[in-house]
């Protein structure tokens, strides 16, 4: 996917509050960093940031650490929070592949919201849920793994589904419409998915847990 360039994206993005500039530094200190206990989730290609800012809101007692890559998303979720004043949320303008860098075993749950689906075999290694991935969601799990996935992506999905199931995940809930399955569940909608949803285009839905 093409994004914009954003001139002075960033002073932009270094500006804001909710940005952690140098992740690194706090690897095994995210309790100090939210001066508290609380669980932590993290979501990995936040893009604009509407689903993390949307449950920050929602759920004070967890906290929230939104991921994202390319530049002129991490000025639109940061244009967001201007008005905002969430505690429970932080920011981090970085590549996924690099996350065992910055927690230890410290993250409870982790959502793939609208992953690139990397459609081609010779790509398989970028897709979010292909196993190197997940041998590194292992490195920052705490003990119990937690992974949401949500996509329109019907191949990245049964894909999503095999991959986990072969590295030992269980499915707690696999939905092939969630809004319109009947056991619908509160659930905040990402900028993508506003779009596929006004579309009309099913969302798929899974929530994978391991316990050890
Ligand atoms: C299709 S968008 C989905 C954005 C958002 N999750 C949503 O559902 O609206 C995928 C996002 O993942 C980001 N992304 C892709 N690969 C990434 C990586 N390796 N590390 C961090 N972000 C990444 C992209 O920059 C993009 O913002």
Not at 33 to 50: A, D, Q, T, Y
Not at 102 to 109: L, N, Y
Not at 123 to 129: A, L, Q, S
């Amino acid at each position: 996917m093409r994004y914009n360039v954003i001139k002075g994206a960033n002073t932009i993005i270094n500006k804001s509050a909710y940005l952690v500039n140098n992740p690194s530094i706090y690897k095994n200190k995210w309790r100090e960093v939210f001066s508290n206990n609380n669980p932590i989730h993290l979501e990995l290609g936040m893009g604009r940031g509407e689903f993390i800012i949307k449950m920050a809101e929602a759920y004070p007692n967890i906290n929230f650490i939104g991921l994202e890559l390319v530049d002129s998303q991490m000025v639109s979720a940061v244009n967001k929070l201007a008005n905002h004043n969430l505690p429970n949320l932080k920011l981090i303008n970085a590549d996924a592949r690099d996350i065992d860098k910055f927690f230890g075993k410290e993250i409870d749950t982790i959502y793939l919201t609208f992953s690139e689906p990397w459609p081609k075999r010779i790509d398989e290694k970028k897709r979010f849920t292909h196993e190197s991935y997940l041998k590194l969601y292992d490195k920052v799990f705490k003990k119990n793994k937690h992974i949401i996935l949500k996509t329109d992506n019907k191949g990245l999905f049964a894909y999503s589904l095999e991959s986990l199931s072969k590295y030992w995940y269980i499915f707690d809930r696999v939905s092939l419409d969630l809004h319109h399955d009947e056991n619908h569940i509160n659930n905040i909608m990402t900028d993508f998915e506003k779009k596929y949803y006004e579309e009309g285009r099913p969302i798929y839905y899974l929530d994978a847990k391991f316990m050890n």
